[in-house]
T-cell receptor, first 114, second 111 residues
Framework: DADVTQTPRNRITKTGKRIMLECSQTKGHDRMYWYRQDPGLGLRLIYYSFDVKDINKGEISDGYSVSRQAQAKFSLSLESAIPNQTALYFC?????????????FGPGTRLTVT | GEDVEQSLFLSVREGDSSVINCTYTDSSSTYLYWYKQEPGAGLQLLTYIFSNMDMKQDQRLTVLLNKKDKHLSLRIADTQTGDSAIYFCAVRNTGGFKTIFGAGTRLFVKA
């Protein structure tokens, strides 16, 4: 079984709709991240959480919100989706005890906003 | 702010060596990574190097670091069609809370 899972894997939604992307992990890591990937721009950090009570904005948090329901779950919400939020979204985890700070990624959610 | 740059495309013939280059701006970068993204999948850590090293070899992979020029490269020897993927360079500084990723280099391997 995958250590980091994301649901849904693909989603098409209309402008103005609210949508939630979910991430679950079985790695037991405290740290979780949400990134978006756009062609030619690489990965940009949306939000990150170092534990259940700690939520921080990344470089492109406008238009997004998150919820850390448990150590294993970190959800990303788009309150009112717009077309330029069409992208590939990745969840990742890391272990603060890992000196190399390696990140472990989910398979991604491809979101299309029409 | 911190920036990581890499070329977007590289095409090589099967059996040749591939060299993917990356430059970064943060001189305090301590951990430098290469991630691989295969089609339809998330990123997987391929290898990494600490800033106090200038080379790391792992089977077909060789990572070279030039701290003076802030240049990182990944060499894949005997490139195979299965190496076709997007390769991301990423850097992180000691005590930093985030990893900065480059845009990714798409490697095409021609049979």
């Amino acid at each position: 079984d995958a250590d980091v899972t994301q649901t849904p894997r693909n989603r098409i939604t209309k402008t103005g709709k609210r949508i939630m992307l979910e991430c679950s992990q079985t790695k037991g890591h405290d740290r979780m991240y949400w990134y978006r990937q756009d062609p030619g721009l690489g990965l940009r950090l949306i939000y990150y959480s170092f534990d259940v009570k700690d939520i921080n904005k990344g470089e492109i948090s406008d238009g997004y919100s998150v919820s850390r329901q448990a150590q294993a779950k970190f959800s990303l919400s788009l309150e009112s989706a717009i077309p330029n939020q069409t992208a590939l979204y990745f969840c990742a985890t890391s272990d603060p005890r890992d000196r190399e700070s390696r990140q472990y990624f989910g398979p991604g959610t491809r979101l299309t906003v029409t | 702010g911190e920036d990581v740059e890499q070329s977007l495309f590289l095409s090589v013939r099967e059996g040749d060596s591939s060299v993917i280059n990356c430059t970064y701006t943060d001189s305090s970068s301590t951990y430098l990574y290469w991630y691989k993204q295969e089609p339809g999948a998330g990123l997987q850590l391929l290898t990494y190097i600490f800033s106090n090293m200038d080379m790391k070899q792992d089977q077909r992979l060789t990572v070279l670091l030039n701290k003076k020029d802030k240049h990182l490269s990944l060499r894949i020897a005997d490139t195979q069609t299965g190496d076709s993927a997007i390769y991301f360079c990423a850097v992180r500084n000691t005590g930093g809370f985030k990893t900065i990723f480059g845009a990714g280099t798409r490697l095409f391997v021609k049979a």
